[in-house]
T-cell receptor, first 114, second 118 residues
């Protein structure tokens, strides 16, 4: 069964600190992996998209890594800010799908405290 | 600015009532999607549409219906047959459904409609 599991479920850090969110998936074949940020009461916003051949991709203070062999991805946030408080969602696109259907993780809720 | 507009932001449904959620996009995207988000769960696909006048059931289509009469619009109706409609509903669009070469295109999301039962 194609699944995407994220950890931890929630995380609290102090402003200015770094943190790393984890994503493990069992989707096979695999096309690409995406990280989204979702503020409370808003829609998700795309942070990064990586194909199976990419190992890392950055977007400002956000850096995503991908290990297609172990089927693991991480999202590293550097020098966290209060505005980073949100839910972060890992999303995998199956390689066999030509319908745009994506498999969503349940998200990690990050709270950044002053 | 181009984007996706969902309305209303909050909606209440009475017993036996059908309600319609609006989704409009001005991104000139061909593909549109409807998702349901429940606490502690990943987004689940309700319906999707690749082109005008064509749409397909997603993973949890029972109790829902859609139409795609215009490229810009993809309204979702939550019917009285949906016994547990309370959720956050998200509309999304992408340039096209995935195929090699366009797999890196993100889905753009609206800001959702929160539906509750009266």
């Amino acid at each position: 069964k194609n699944q995407v599991e994220q950890s931890p479920q929630s995380l609290i850090i102090l402003e200015g600190k770094n943190c790393t969110l984890q994503c493990n998936y069992t989707v096979s074949p695999f096309s690409n992996l995406r990280w989204y940020k979702q503020d409370t009461g808003r829609g998700p916003v795309s942070l990064t998209i990586m194909t199976f051949s990419e190992n890392t991709k950055s977007n400002g203070r956000y850096t995503a890594t991908l290990d297609a062999d172990t089927k693991q991805s991480s999202l590293h946030i550097t020098a966290s800010q209060l505005s980073d408080s949100a839910s972060y969602i890992c999303v995998v696109s199956p390689g066999s799908s030509n319908t745009g259907k994506l498999i969503f993780g349940q998200g990690t809720t990050l709270q950044v405290k002053p | 600015d181009g984007g996706i507009t969902q309305s209303p932001k909050y909606l209440f449904r009475k017993e036996g009532q059908n309600v319609t959620l609006s989704c409009e996009q001005n991104l000139n995207h061909d593909a549109m999607y409807w998702y349901r988000q429940d606490p502690g769960q990943g987004l689940r696909l309700i319906y999707y549409s690749q082109i005008v006048n064509d749409f397909q059931k997603g993973d949890i289509a029972e109790g829902y219906s859609v139409s795609r009469e215009k490229k810009e619009s993809f309204p979702l109706t939550v019917t009285s047959a949906q016994k547990n409609p309370t959720a956050f509903y998200l509309c999304a669009s992408s340039i096209d459904l995935w195929f090699p070469g366009f797999g890196n295109q993100p889905q753009h999301f609206g800001d959702g409609t929160r539906l509750s039962i009266l």
